[in-house]
């Protein structure tokens, strides 16, 4: 039974940060991919980072890049997800998932957590 499990969420100011953590258990962390996601009230569900197993390879969604920071340690079977310059835009539930690869696309990782609130107040 995989378990994923997301911390780190809260409530910020516009321009704050926020460093979300999700702990995995139940396989073998560093054989897989894993990513972040999110979605906002009425809106779908959207990538936002994802990483290989090494932790070398990363791809973040636009509306991110240069802001947002995925990294994983896999001693401790816990992926990362640093966030800088937070806007109100940024609000949303943050899940953290698993699949064998890297993808941009949800219905591609088989796992997720149960989710994490971040509020960004203007």
């Known amino acids: 039974q995989v378990q994923l499990v997301e911390s780190g969420g809260g409530l910020v100011q516009a321009g704050g940060s926020l460093r979300l953590a999700c702990v995995a258990s139940?396989?073998?962390?560093?054989?897989?991919?894993m990513g972040w996601f999110r979605q906002a009230p009425a809106k779908e569900r959207e990538f936002v980072a994802t990483i290989n197993w090494s932790g070398r390879a990363t791809d973040y969604a636009d509306s991110v890049k240069g802001r947002f920071t995925i990294s994983r340690d896999n001693a401790k079977n816990t992926v990362y997800l640093q966030m800088n310059s937070l806007t109100p835009e940024d609000t949303a539930v943050y899940y953290c998932?698993?699949?064998?690869?890297?993808?941009?696309?949800?219905?591609?990782?088989?796992?997720w957590g149960q989710g994490t609130q971040v509020t960004v107040s203007s």
């Open positions: 139940g396989r073998t962390f560093s054989n897989y991919a």
């Open positions: 998932a698993t699949s064998l690869y890297s993808s941009v696309i949800p219905r591609e990782y088989a796992y």
